[in-house]
Nanobody
């Protein structure tokens, strides 16, 4: 599967953004999906994950209650709705996919990343 993330940009603290991740291929619905983020000089950080059906989701504590992960299998698209953004959310955001081990952090396919910048 090939992944293309989009929707990043510059937003003021307290604002919202919605990221999208378009997936190629006809088997998107068989993949568990996740969002990660990375700041230069730091390790990549888990943000949120969703099961292949969309029936299960989980989040990093840092974004819980502010971010919502969702998917539309008919459109082969993954989303991340980000509300009440904070300057510490500034990072490059990546979408990722895998077909097994839903509860682990190991993903097999990665998108190219989209920059999110939150100004104070």
């Amino acid at each position: 599967v090939q992944l293309q993330a989009s929707g990043g940009g510059l937003v003021q603290a307290g604002g919202s953004l919605r990221l999208s991740c378009a997936a190629s291929g006809r088997t998107f619905s068989s993949y568990h999906m996740g969002w990660f983020r990375q700041v230069p000089g730091k390790e990549r950080e888990f943000v949120a994950a969703i099961s292949w059906s969309g029936g299960s989701t989980y989040y990093a504590d840092t974004v819980k209650g502010r971010f919502t992960i969702s998917r539309d299998n008919a459109k082969n698209t993954l989303y991340l709705q980000m509300n009440n953004l904070k300057p510490e959310d500034t990072a490059v955001y990546y979408c990722a996919a895998k077909q097994t081990d839903y509860g682990t952090m190991k993903y097999d396919y990665w998108g190219q990343g989209t920059q999110v910048t939150v100004s104070s």
